[in-house]
């Protein structure tokens, strides 16, 4: 339920959108370990990850450059595969990679009121 | 529970994560409003929103162009803060701003096993 904090751009952000017909426990354990696998991996910084009870997903991990992007994609495609093949737990996906240029961040404060944050 | 088709990089997406401590109707209204906005706005490709039963949402929208984006959100913290004052809304949130460089889908076809997607 914690989002993640502000990273300082520039930086990479990987946005995975996808629809799971059903969550299977092998498809929780998978993507919990793919999510072990990316805190381990270099240039990793944090993600982001909201399922509805629809099935319709988004996840967006965030990365320092894009080479630990494509580290980390080579790694998931290929641990994916090993578990089961990623045919048989989404209905379909789009991954996107874009390179992040600014971003703020707003909270409550107890007041009730809220303030920006900008790294 | 549809998500958007690809749209053929360089294009930008803009990020936003948040919590919302409880679902409202003068919320639901709000942000419906600033989605039908968005989609009359120039530069405005698609949009996918996913928020699960906690009150974690991630929206991510697209647009063809850096000041299509400048625009958008120039009008939707307008209307926002027209509306209400999204400080009564959320219990924190992220946006950030980033330009899509790379992006693929997978799709399931009709005989259980898919096919890789690029524009």
Chains 1, 2 share one sequence.
């Not at 982001?48 to 629809?54: N, Q």
């Not at 580290?71 to 045919?87: D, S, V």
Request: hydrophobic letters at 30%; glycine letters at 10%.
């Amino acid at each position: 339920m914690t989002s993640t904090p502000l990273f300082a751009p520039p930086y990479y952000a990987v946005i995975f959108i996808s629809l799971l017909p059903e969550h299977t426990e092998e498809y929780g354990e998978t993507s919990g370990e793919i999510y072990e696998l990316a805190q381990g991996q270099p240039g990793f910084l944090g993600v982001d990850s909201v399922r509805d009870a629809g099935g319709q997903g988004a996840t967006i991990s965030y990365w320092r450059a894009e080479d630990h992007v494509t580290n980390f994609c080579k790694i998931a495609t290929h641990r994916h595969a090993q578990q089961r093949g990623r045919e048989t737990f989404y209905e379909r996906y789009e991954v996107r990679v874009a390179k992040v240029e600014k971003e703020y961040a707003w909270r409550r404060k107890e007041d009730g009121v809220g303030e920006y944050v900008k790294k």
